[in-house]
């Protein structure tokens, strides 16, 4: 290669490597498990994925206040709502305060009477307009009717108290000094909606970090031995977001010093070293940018995997270094590059069957994978010739005491082929208990989080993720009658203590048919007066100081009803939009359950739901069963095309070698290696899942390679040690690379990395054992 054309190929490797690393800034990338989600959702699996990246539960944030006093969390509670209700961050911040919700007490004084679920043919009736007006001077003498004290005049049924406890009335919180507060008293409570959605990962850290913020700087201001806790959805995507991203960046530091380490021992100069690495870079690189390009966005497991992606990579920079110490680039392209081409072959065969997957989340990594192994090999074939130059390693002889030991291991063949029918045999037994059925194996979420999120949750009745009842309808009104039905058959259950409670989205807007008979309920004004004369008889109010409301009842008569354009600039308008949801074949209504109070686990009783909703057009939905049952489904996926890829591997690979004896001598090590390491963890009492999976093509990836230059090396007589040794470094490198991935707190970098770092040393020991024995000379 002439230096002009050298330079012209390193130029357009850097111009690429900018560009690429220009599109990767520009990569968004994403937490929420839609990673699990399928490409095209049943209509239960439809809610999921709404709920995950839009839905109200999502854009949660719960608050607690600790320390201090009473009077003192009170204080600091007030202040906070405060300072964050005036932030654009957040569409909603309750604490309990009345005066939180100004703009939407005006909202439902003007349209109370078809708001209200107290107004029907009896509200008004003498007898009825006397228990109404003798309760409403109750509520309005107390400290909690301050605030509608001044309108009893004009609402002396107490319309505008009924709307407000109907909105407030499922699973309020305890109250002390004026705002929520725990059960057990000790710390003040807020919660908090996020304008962000869910999905919206970015959004939920601005939102976190600011109510940090605030507190921080009212604690300055007004010092005490308080503390503030977070919890929510968006809070615990924010955390693993962070924990990845944070052992991504150590691990691979870890994971490149300790290469480094090795590869300097090896060359004993700088300039190959970092040579070594460009493959694995561009191949990472490379990985990222198109699959955010592709997919529009990256999840962080993907991410994530670009830090294991490297351990496989960086082996062809030391093939290329390690094999030309002892000729130059044109003979390593002649003697070794088919090998090498090989390998990557397998490695692309068996990353492409997740291409096919229903998953975007198994679609990124094959598309990862595929990418960057490719790149890894093409810079590794075009680019590292023009950057050595003739300035190859020199790399030191393989020490005369390795070859027999290598040769040596084939004593251990049918011990080896022993653990390997017993791990089989092992793994047979176990079959149905194999892989973990649920999510939680994969979740980062500590238990310490968890249990502070469920003692919030209880405390402030929040809703819960898991539970729904679905509406589907053809329209929104129609939505909104069928939230209405599927209301009137869980209001028993709640009375019943079977259930804690329920949101729904008519019960901030009703259907306008239910606004309609509403208005039919209400009197002329001229029955209006004539009762309550009569409801007054003997009462110390005369009727006559009730002229405003007899004129509101007039008014709200002919009123037109109340619609979702009128929740506008409310609070109420984004728990409307959050449970109340179009699609372009019709609209959802969400109505999440609340447990009860004490119920074990948190459960609720599906049968008695699903008998109760029978009929009605809407149906109950568990999301976390609807999740293990997709989740079971995703992974039975993965098995099917990790084993159709396997499959496209033999194919090749017979293909390629042309003898059954040779591809068993191919095949057989990295088989036996797998099957050895999934056993061992299973036995560990590991509970697997589907990184583990990906683990187990990982192994078959970097075994392959290794497998196929120990057949190599034992069928050339002429074989120049230099090859084998070109094999140990690359093995040293990998276990390197994925050991490191072990010692990660993020669960899902943390099976990739048990499982492959033992499964490549095992891959390569089981080649040199199991692969035919022809002996160089």
Same mark, same amino acid.
């Given at each position: 290669?002439?230096?002009?054309?050298?330079?012209?190929?390193?130029?357009?490797?850097?111009?690429?490597?900018?560009?690429?690393?220009?599109?990767?800034?520009?990569?968004?990338?994403?937490?929420?498990?839609?990673?699990?989600?399928?490409?095209?959702?049943?209509?239960?699996?439809?809610?999921?994925?709404?709920?995950?990246?839009?839905?109200?539960?999502?854009?949660?944030?719960?608050?607690?206040?600790?320390?201090?006093?009473? %009077?003192?969390? !009170? #204080? $600091?509670?007030? +202040?906070?709502?405060?300072? @964050?209700? /005036?932030? =654009?961050?957040?569409?909603?911040?309750?604490?309990?305060?009345?005066?939180?919700?100004?703009?939407?007490?005006?909202?439902?004084?003007?349209?109370?009477?078809?708001?209200?679920?107290?107004?029907?043919?009896?509200?008004?009736?003498?007898?009825?307009?006397?228990?109404?007006?003798?309760?409403?001077?109750?509520?309005?003498?107390?400290?909690?009717?301050?605030?509608?004290?001044?309108?009893?005049?004009?609402?002396?049924?107490?319309?505008?108290?009924?709307?407000?406890?109907?909105?407030?009335?499922?699973?309020?919180?305890?109250?002390?000094?004026?705002?929520?507060?725990?059960?057990?008293?000790?710390?003040?409570?807020?919660?908090?909606?996020?304008?962000?959605?869910?999905?919206?990962?970015?959004?939920? %850290?601005?939102? !976190? #970090? $600011?109510?940090? +913020?605030?507190?921080?700087? @009212?604690? /300055?201001? =007004?010092?005490?031995?308080?503390?503030?806790?977070?919890?929510?959805?968006?809070?615990?995507?924010?955390?693993?977001?962070?924990?990845?991203?944070?052992?991504?960046?150590?691990?691979?530091?870890?994971?490149?010093?300790?290469?480094?380490?090795?590869?300097?021992?090896?060359?004993?100069?700088?300039?190959?070293?970092?040579?070594?690495?460009?493959?694995?870079?561009?191949?990472?690189?490379?990985?990222?940018?198109?699959?955010?390009?592709?997919?529009?966005?990256?999840?962080?497991?993907?991410?994530?995997?670009?830090?294991?992606?490297?351990?496989?990579?960086?082996?062809?920079?030391?093939?290329?270094?390690?094999?030309?110490?002892?000729?130059?680039?044109?003979?390593?392209?002649?003697?070794?590059?088919?090998?090498?081409?090989?390998?990557?072959?397998?490695?692309?065969?068996?990353?492409?069957?997740?291409?096919?997957?229903?998953?975007?989340?198994?679609?990124?990594?094959?598309?990862?994978?595929?990418?960057?192994?490719?790149?890894?090999?093409?810079?590794?074939?075009?680019?590292?010739?023009?950057?050595?130059?003739?300035?190859?390693?020199?790399?030191?002889?393989?020490?005369?005491?390795?070859?027999?030991?290598?040769?040596?291991?084939?004593?251990?063949?049918?011990?080896?082929?022993?653990?390997?029918?017993?791990?089989?045999?092992?793994?047979?037994?176990?079959?149905?208990?194999?892989?973990?059925?649920?999510?939680?194996?994969?979740?980062?979420?500590?238990?310490?989080?968890?249990?502070?999120?469920?003692?919030?949750?209880?405390?402030?009745?929040?809703?819960?993720?898991?539970?729904?009842?679905?509406?589907?309808?053809?329209?929104?009104?129609?939505?909104?009658?069928?939230?209405?039905?599927?209301?009137?058959?869980?209001?028993?259950?709640?009375?019943?203590?079977?259930?804690?409670?329920?949101?729904?989205?008519?019960?901030?807007?009703?259907?306008?048919?239910?606004?309609?008979?509403?208005?039919?309920?209400?009197?002329?004004?001229?029955?209006?007066?004539?009762?309550?004369?009569?409801?007054?008889?003997?009462?110390?109010?005369?009727?006559?100081?009730?002229?405003?409301?007899?004129?509101?009842?007039?008014?709200?008569?002919?009123?037109?009803?109340?619609?979702?354009?009128?929740?506008?600039?409310?609070?109420?308008?984004?728990?409307?939009?959050?449970?109340?949801?179009?699609?372009?074949?019709?609209?959802?209504?969400?109505?999440?359950?609340?447990?009860?109070?004490?119920?074990?686990?948190?459960?609720?009783?599906?049968?008695?739901?699903?008998?109760?909703?029978?009929?009605?057009?809407?149906?109950?939905?568990?999301?976390?069963?609807?999740?293990?049952?997709?989740?079971?489904?995703?992974?039975?996926?993965?098995?099917?095309?990790?084993?159709?890829?396997?499959?496209?591997?033999?194919?090749?690979?017979?293909?390629?070698?042309?003898?059954?004896?040779?591809?068993?001598?191919?095949?057989?090590?990295?088989?036996?290696?797998?099957?050895?390491?999934?056993?061992?963890?299973?036995?560990?009492?590991?509970?697997?899942?589907?990184?583990?999976?990906?683990?187990?093509?990982?192994?078959?990836?970097?075994?392959?390679?290794?497998?196929?230059?120990?057949?190599?090396?034992?069928?050339?007589?002429?074989?120049?040690?230099?090859?084998?040794?070109?094999?140990?470094?690359?093995?040293?490198?990998?276990?390197?690379?994925?050991?490191?991935?072990?010692?990660?707190?993020?669960?899902?970098?943390?099976?990739?990395?048990?499982?492959?770092?033992?499964?490549?040393?095992?891959?390569?020991?089981?080649?040199?054992?199991?692969?035919?024995?022809?002996?160089?000379?």
């Amino acid at each position: 290669m002439t230096t002009a054309r050298r330079a012209c190929v390193v130029l357009a490797w850097a111009l690429a490597m900018a560009l690429g690393g220009w599109l990767a800034s520009q990569t968004r990338f994403t937490t929420d498990l839609s990673f699990f989600l399928p490409s095209r959702p049943s209509a239960e699996q439809q809610v999921l994925v709404e709920q995950l990246r839009e839905g109200v539960v999502s854009r949660l944030i719960m608050v607690a206040v600790a320390g201090g006093d009473s %009077a003192a969390r !009170a #204080e $600091r509670s007030r +202040a906070l709502r405060e300072r @964050l209700a /005036a932030d =654009a961050d957040f569409v909603s911040v309750q604490n309990g305060e009345l005066d939180a919700f100004d703009h939407e007490l005006a909202l439902l004084q003007r349209h109370r009477y078809t708001l209200s679920p107290a107004v029907d043919e009896t509200r008004f009736t003498p007898e009825g307009l006397r228990d109404a007006i003798l309760n409403t001077i109750d509520i309005v003498s107390s400290p909690a009717g301050l605030p509608f004290k001044a309108q009893f005049p004009a609402d002396p049924t107490g319309e505008a108290v009924e709307v407000l406890m109907g909105w407030q009335s499922q699973g309020q919180p305890a109250m002390a000094d004026g705002v929520w507060t725990s059960r057990d008293g000790e710390r003040a409570l807020l919660l908090l909606q996020t304008r962000a959605a869910g999905a919206d990962t970015d959004g939920q %850290a601005r939102a !976190a #970090e $600011r109510v940090q +913020a605030v507190f921080d700087e @009212l604690s /300055a201001s =007004a010092p005490g031995a308080m503390r503030l806790e977070l919890s929510g959805p968006g809070v615990f995507a924010v955390k693993t977001r962070a924990a990845i991203q944070s052992d991504v960046a150590r691990l691979t530091t870890a994971s490149a010093i300790g290469i480094s380490v090795l590869l300097w021992f090896m060359y004993r100069r700088w300039r190959p070293l970092l040579l070594t690495l460009v493959p694995a870079a561009s191949g990472s690189l490379a990985g990222l940018v198109v699959v955010g390009q592709v997919h529009g966005s990256v999840f962080a497991i993907t991410a994530g995997f670009g830090a294991a992606l490297v351990g496989e990579a960086v082996d062809y920079g030391i093939y290329f270094f390690v094999q030309t110490g002892r000729a130059d680039s044109g003979a390593w392209r002649q003697r070794f590059w088919p090998t090498i081409r090989l390998g990557v072959a397998t490695s692309m065969l068996g990353f492409g069957a997740l291409l096919f997957a229903g998953f975007p989340g198994l679609a990124q990594l094959g598309l990862y994978a595929m990418t960057g192994v490719f790149v890894a090999a093409l810079t590794t074939r075009l680019v590292l010739p023009a950057m050595a130059g003739h300035d190859v390693a020199r790399t030191p002889e393989l020490p005369a005491w390795v070859t027999p030991r290598v040769v040596a291991l084939q004593a251990w063949r049918w011990p080896a082929l022993g653990a390997a029918v017993l791990a089989l045999a092992y793994l047979v037994s176990q079959h149905d208990r194999l892989w973990a059925p649920d999510l939680s194996a994969l979740s980062s979420v500590s238990l310490e989080d968890a249990e502070r999120d469920a003692r919030l949750r209880g405390d402030l009745g929040a809703p819960d993720a898991r539970y729904m009842v679905v509406v589907r309808a053809p329209d929104r009104e129609a939505a909104l009658r069928g939230a209405e039905a599927a209301a009137r058959r869980l209001d028993p259950l709640v009375a019943q203590g079977l259930i804690g409670g329920y949101d729904s989205p008519a019960r901030f807007l009703p259907s306008e048919a239910l606004q309609r008979e509403r208005q039919r309920s209400l009197p002329t004004p001229d029955a209006l007066k004539r009762d309550l004369a009569l409801a007054l008889q003997g009462q110390p109010l005369s009727a006559d100081r009730l002229q405003p409301f007899v004129e509101a009842v007039a008014r709200a008569r002919t009123a037109e009803p109340m619609r979702r354009e009128d929740l506008d600039d409310s609070a109420l308008a984004i728990a409307v939009d959050s449970l109340l949801q179009p699609h372009t074949d019709g609209w959802t209504a969400l109505l999440p359950l609340r447990p009860a109070p004490g119920a074990a686990d948190a459960g609720l009783p599906a049968d008695s739901l699903r008998a109760a909703l029978e009929g009605s057009g809407a149906n109950f939905v568990d999301l976390k069963q609807e999740f293990e049952s997709l989740y079971g489904e995703y992974l039975g996926q993965a098995i099917t095309l990790s084993l159709l890829g396997l499959a496209g591997i033999v194919l090749v690979l017979g293909a390629s070698l042309r003898h059954p004896r040779r591809l068993a001598g191919v095949m057989l090590p990295i088989a036996a290696a797998v099957l050895i390491v999934i056993a061992v963890l299973h036995g560990l009492g590991v509970r697997l899942h589907l990184l583990h999976l990906i683990g187990t093509l990982l192994i078959v990836a970097v075994g392959s390679n290794y497998s196929l230059f120990i057949e190599r090396w034992r069928r050339d007589p002429e074989a120049d040690p230099q090859a084998l040794l070109s094999v140990l470094v690359a093995c040293a490198t990998t276990a390197i690379g994925f050991g490191v991935l072990s010692l990660s707190s993020v669960p899902v970098l943390q099976a990739v990395g048990v499982t492959v770092a033992p499964g490549a040393v095992l891959a390569l020991l089981l080649s040199a054992a199991l692969t035919p024995a022809e002996a160089p000379k």
